[in-house]
């Protein structure tokens, strides 16, 4: 079974400050990546997805993503953050052989101070 | 609808009743799934359906829970004899495609709390 793996579990960052939150997966083969974010309050909509193409993905509200094979790594980042992206965030992936099972990691959660 | 909606928000159980959860996906979505979200956990594939067709449900964690979708739109996710590992929260997503193309498109969720 694939897995992923969210090295931060708790960010915390004053704002302007650059981000960059860590997701490794364990699936060999093609896959497909994404980014969920999740407001305080809110339910879980999607920040950016990879199918294929160009290795670096841009997202709502300035988020951007880079998958980089060689690493099984799919890293988001944003240049400067503000107070209301403070949220909790889930890296997951999926396979275009078995695209019904979405496997997330455990979440980041992201505190912006003001 | 608008979204997908799920009912009901909140609900608490004894120990030992059965519960049913609601998933209303957005009009004319393919796929829906159901995932369960335990505390301080990313969310965990239970079972996913194709229509009315239930395709996939190697997620569900015991013969406790059973999952219907018997006119391809509303599914109810059904938990019987509720213990209390079974305190989460339950998503639902649905998704236009049945296709390696699948972007979920969540509801907010149940929260189940057995006591």
């Known amino acids: 079974a694939q897995s992923v793996s969210q090295h931060n579990h708790h960010v915390i960052l004053s704002e302007a400050a650059s981000l960059e939150l860590g997701c490794n997966y364990s699936?060999?083969?093609?896959?497909?990546l994404f980014w969920y974010v999740q407001y305080p309050g809110q339910h879980l909509q999607l920040l950016l997805k990879?199918?294929?193409?160009?290795?670096l993905v841009k997202g709502i509200k300035g988020f951007e993503a880079e998958f980089i094979k060689s690493k099984f790594s799919f890293n988001l980042r944003k240049p400067s953050v503000q107070w209301s992206d403070t949220a909790e965030y889930f890296c997951a992936v999926n396979s275009p052989y078995n695209f019904n099972k979405f496997y997330f990691g455990s979440g980041t959660k992201l505190n912006v101070k003001p | 609808g608008a979204g997908v909606s799920q009912s009901p928000r909140y609900k608490v159980a004894k120990r030992g009743q059965d519960v049913a959860l609601r998933c209303d996906p957005i009009s004319g979505h393919v796929s829906l799934f159901w995932y369960q979200q335990a505390l301080g956990q990313g969310p965990e594939f239970l079972t996913y359906f194709q229509n009315e067709a239930q395709l996939d449900k190697s997620g569900l964690p015991s013969d406790r829970f059973f999952a219907e979708r018997p006119e391809g739109s509303v599914s109810t996710l059904k938990i019987q004899r509720t213990q209390q590992e079974d305190s989460a929260v339950y998503l639902c997503a649905s998704s236009s495609t049945g296709s390696g193309a699948n972007v979920l498109t969540f509801g907010a969720g149940s929260r189940l709390t057995v006591l």
């Open positions: 990879y199918f294929s193409g160009d290795p």
């Open positions: 699936y060999g083969g093609t896959v497909n």
